[in-house]
């Protein structure tokens, strides 16, 4: 059981390149997140899906998109990537069901945008 | 507008010693906390959570208390250990609001050394 994996773990651009995060788990978790986190700004929610086919736009949707073809695997689609998206981006599930059950995070992945 | 607070960017405290750990929310829809452990290069971890309608909850060494009229929870390591240094990350979520219950808003977490 390897919970949420993400990959790549590093990545660097340069402004304007496009790349995809893909994030799996292996839980059969209903819910998906994807996160940024920057210095001194903690976790903020970029999209999330509800279940397979499904997304909706976070805090900071802006520049990225997301898609969830099938219910273990969470993309998150940067298509010209800016200085700005320099970041680690996290990914996260969680059951359905119950609002009180936590998110459990993968372990992250280091992008940087020349 | 920052909706949850965790004003202290850092703590230091001595190995053996309690831990307390705040946070400040200003939302007064969330109904459950939930605070997450971060050590570097690694995602964050599940911890502890509490609901609204407790004013405590205990899991071994941790502790998180709730105040709603102040708004205020606040996480307690006792003993603490240099094992709990890392960063502290407090969230909040909505759990019977529709597409809000979906989410969690977190604070921008406190780092926590244990100096054995």
């Known amino acids: 059981n390897a919970g949420v994996t993400q990959t790549p773990k590093f990545r660097v651009l340069k402004t304007g390149q496009s790349m995809t995060l893909l994030c799996a788990q292996d839980m059969n978790h209903e819910y998906m997140y994807w996160y940024r986190q920057d210095p001194g700004m903690g976790l903020r929610l970029i999209h999330y899906s509800v279940g397979e086919g499904t997304t909706a736009k976070g805090e900071v949707p802006d520049g990225y998109n997301v898609s969830r073809l099938k219910k273990q695997n969470f993309l998150l689609g940067l298509e010209s990537a800016a200085p700005s998206q320099t970041s680690v981006y996290f990914c996260?599930?969680?059951?359905?069901?119950?609002?009180?059950?936590?998110?459990?995070f993968g372990p992250g992945t280091r992008l940087t945008v020349l | 507008d920052q909706q949850v607070k965790q004003n202290s960017p850092s703590l230091s405290v001595q190995e053996g010693r309690i831990s307390i750990l705040n946070c400040d929310y200003t939302n007064s829809m969330f109904d459950y906390f939930l605070w997450y452990k971060k050590y570097p290069a690694e995602g964050p971890t599940f911890l502890i959570s509490?609901?609204?309608?407790?004013d405590k909850n205990e899991d071994g060494r941790f502790t998180v208390f709730l105040n709603k009229s102040a708004k205020h929870l606040s996480l307690h390591i006792v003993p603490s250990q240099p094992g709990d240094s890392a960063v502290y990350f407090c969230?909040?979520?909505?759990?019977?609001?529709?597409?809000?219950?979906?989410?969690?808003?977190f604070g921008k977490g406190t780092k926590l050394s244990v100096i054995p």
């Open positions: 509490i609901s609204s309608i407790k």
């Open positions: 996260a599930s969680r059951l359905s069901g119950s609002s009180y059950n936590e998110q459990f």
């Open positions: 969230a909040a979520g909505r759990a019977y609001s529709g597409a809000g219950s979906y989410q969690l808003t």
